[in-house]
């Protein structure tokens, strides 16, 4: 079973409703199960788009874990048109002590929108630091991104430099780059070329499985 907290919505501001929808998912008893694994990101973690938000990544991975037997439910904690700056101020209403697995997926609408890397990097630290605070048990996963060249080459360099940067200081686990054999992709994404269709989410889920899989059991 995936929790699912938000799904399609396009605005970056959470607002209220969001939020208690959000903090109602993650204060939700997840069955009988004793470990969860909460993944915390944009509009790519939510499944913006698609018919069935279940078809995300983040469900795909529950399927996954299930077809294992193994004892995790996923909280989809994605919310369309999220930035770092919005993640900063939602993680509160999200983040539960006794979380096993903190996936952290933002930044791409910060790259998109031009925000200065360095300001990307300290929303992203800031919120690596709260997890470790608030729920320090957690195995913390950061999900690399990169963007389009059309941004320019430099922008486009230190924002893909700063994902590898911030897992090596902070001695967690990185996902390369999610979108990899995705993004650029026509038939694998929306019309949007930005958001994957559920074909394009099979493949941004082996993306994460491999960094993923290791945690589970330990």
């Known amino acids: 079973m995936i929790l699912q ?7 970056a501001s959470s607002g209220e409703t969001e939020k208690s929808q959000t903090e109602e998912t993650a204060t ?3 069955d009988s199960t004793s470990k969860t694994i909460l993944f915390f990101g944009d509009s790519l973690t939510a ?5 069935d ?27 369309s048109g999220e930035t770092t700056a919005g993640g900063r101020n939602r ?3 999200v983040l539960e002590p006794d979380v096993d697995i903190f996936v952290l997926e933002l930044g ?5 929108r031009g925000v200065q890397v360095a300001e990307t990097r300290e929303n992203l630290q800031w919120m690596i630091d709260q997890v470790k605070t ?9 999900v690399g991104m ?28 990185l996902v390369p780059f999610l979108l990899q054999n995705v993004g650029g992709v026509a038939r694998l994404n929306q019309n949007d070329g930005i958001h994957p269709t559920a074909e394009g989410h099979k493949l941004v889920a082996e993306n994460v499985w491999p960094v993923l899989e290791p945690l589970l059991n330990e």
């Open 5 to 11: 907290s938000c799904k399609d919505n396009s605005n």
């Open 28 to 30: 939700t008893e997840t």
């Open 47 to 51: 499944g913006y788009g698609l018919e």
């Open 53 to 79: 938000a279940d078809n995300a990544f983040p469900g795909l991975i529950q399927d996954r874990i299930d077809s294992l037997g193994l004892d995790y439910t996923v909280i989809n904690a994605g919310l």
């Open 91 to 93: 993680l509160e209403w």
């Open 108 to 112: 791409a609408n910060d790259g998109l």
């Open 134 to 142: 608030e729920a320090p048990e957690a195995k913390i996963v950061l």
């Open 146 to 173: 990169q963007l389009p060249p059309n941004l320019g080459t430099e922008y486009t360099r230190h924002f893909k430099k700063l994902f590898p940067e911030l897992a090596e200081k902070n001695n967690i686990t």
